[in-house]
């Protein structure tokens, strides 16, 4: 894997494209949060009662700010990749300069993450507005980089997907068979604790379940019985992702 400066020139390219869709992107990206926090926060929260001793509201947002980091750097690796890759020819244009399908491939899943980042980065505006803020100032400093780490870990495990999809309709195995039982398997709406001991252990693979535990921990400023197993586990799948995605498309694109 050969990697340069040129990453940026990738994603600064997706940056001034992006700008022609900054209006629609941004009420939708606004509006996903304002849906989770009204709709379970506040409607289903008067039926929950206290978590912790406090409202389930503040149960709720770290694990949807994770969630919503993943489902947006994942769709943009998925979808906004394949257009650039069959439909609009990016790729093509980008490999035939100086920018290595490498660099292209990376500067891809940075643009995932930053996507993750403004989704999260909105629904943490939204969430402040409820009144449910971090514990301290400089957990939010730390959970926006946190929410980069997870971009660049879905945008990843996204873009393998993307490298051995032949159609648009391949995503929907992905998107319905792993992104949606992790959305409600991974501890974002409900505690664990109790669900069945199987399903459980299931969740333990899951990955989106460890990021909502240090998302949770970060934000509530409680540490959390196995954190350091689940920040180890991220970072190595994390660095696992990245390089079989790079790889794996890097033969797609150069055939």
Do not use: Q
């Not at 209006?23 to 912790?52: D, K, N």
């Not at 069945?196 to 509530?220: C, D, I, N, Q, Y």
Request: charged residues 10%.
């Amino acid at each position: 894997m050969s990697l340069s400066y040129r990453i940026a020139y990738v994603f600064l390219r997706n940056l001034y494209s992006y700008k022609r869709f900054i209006l629609p992107t941004f009420l939708v990206s606004l509006v996903e949060p304002l849906f989770y926090l009204v709709t379970f926060g506040v409607g289903m929260g008067a039926y929950m009662g206290a978590f912790g001793g406090r409202p389930y509201l503040h149960f709720l947002v770290p694990g949807v700010l994770a969630s919503t980091a993943m489902m947006s750097s994942s769709f943009e690796c998925l979808y906004g990749t394949f257009v650039k890759i069959v439909h609009e020819k990016v790729y093509d244009s980008l490999v035939a300069t100086p920018v290595s399908a490498d660099d292209a491939v990376a500067g891809d899943i940075a643009w995932g993450s930053f996507r993750g980042l403004v989704s999260g980065g909105l629904m943490m505006t939204v969430a402040l507005a409820m009144g449910v803020a971090p514990a301290a100032a400089w957990r939010a400093l730390v959970l926006v980089l946190f929410l980069v780490f997870i971009g660049v870990l879905f945008g990843s495990l996204a873009m393998i997907v993307t490298s051995i999809s032949p159609s648009f309709d391949f995503f929907s195995y992905y998107t319905e068979l792993v992104i949606t039982p992790m959305l409600f398997f991974s501890g974002v709406f409900f505690p664990l604790d109790r669900f069945p001991g199987w399903m459980k252990a299931l969740a333990e693979f899951l990955p989106l379940t460890h990021a909502v535990r240090v998302s949770r921990a970060l934000f509530g400023g409680a540490a959390a019985p196995g954190l350091g197993w689940s920040l180890a586990l991220l970072a190595a799948v994390a660095a696992a992702a990245f390089t079989v995605s790079v790889r794996m498309m890097r033969k797609r694109l150069i055939k």
